[in-house]
């Protein structure tokens, strides 16, 4: 059994940072890729930031230069660092890794989701 646990949302006005962590816990072997996705209200579910195993990392364009996605490998735990929030950032974020459990089967897991919103 594996589960992310995600903590670090809240309410914030423009301009200022939040840092969202995930924390993946279970029978884990390893993991792959780990990411942050979110969706807002009436819209699709985007994705944010991804970092791979090695540590190479994409953004979704409206966030680059502002949000920054980290790993630690050896606590099982992805971060993103969002500097600089803008109203439009408002939405529930939602961590994912794609891991290999100890019985090498491979998923994709989803944390809860935490709501993040940006107030003008």
């Known amino acids: 059994q594996v589960q992310l646990v995600e903590s670090g949302g809240g309410l914030v006005q423009a301009g200022e940072s939040l840092r969202l962590s995930c924390a993946a816990s279970?029978?884990?072997?390893?993991?792959?890729?780990m990411g942050w996705y979110r969706q807002a209200p009436g819209k699709q579910r985007e994705l944010v930031a991804v970092?791979?195993?090695?540590?190479?990392?994409k953004y979704l364009d409206s966030v680059k230069g502002r949000f920054t996605i980290s790993r630690d490998n050896a606590k099982n735990t992805v971060f993103l660092q969002m500097n600089s929030l803008k109203p439009e950032d408002t939405a529930v974020y939602y961590c994912?890794?794609?891991?290999?459990?100890?019985?090498?089967?491979?998923?994709?897991?989803w944390g809860q989701g935490t709501q993040v919103t940006v107030s003008s």
């Open positions: 994912n890794a794609d891991l290999t459990t100890t019985w090498n089967i491979q998923r994709r897991y």
């Open positions: 279970g029978s884990i072997g390893s993991i792959n890729a």
């Open positions: 970092i791979s195993s090695g540590g190479s990392t």
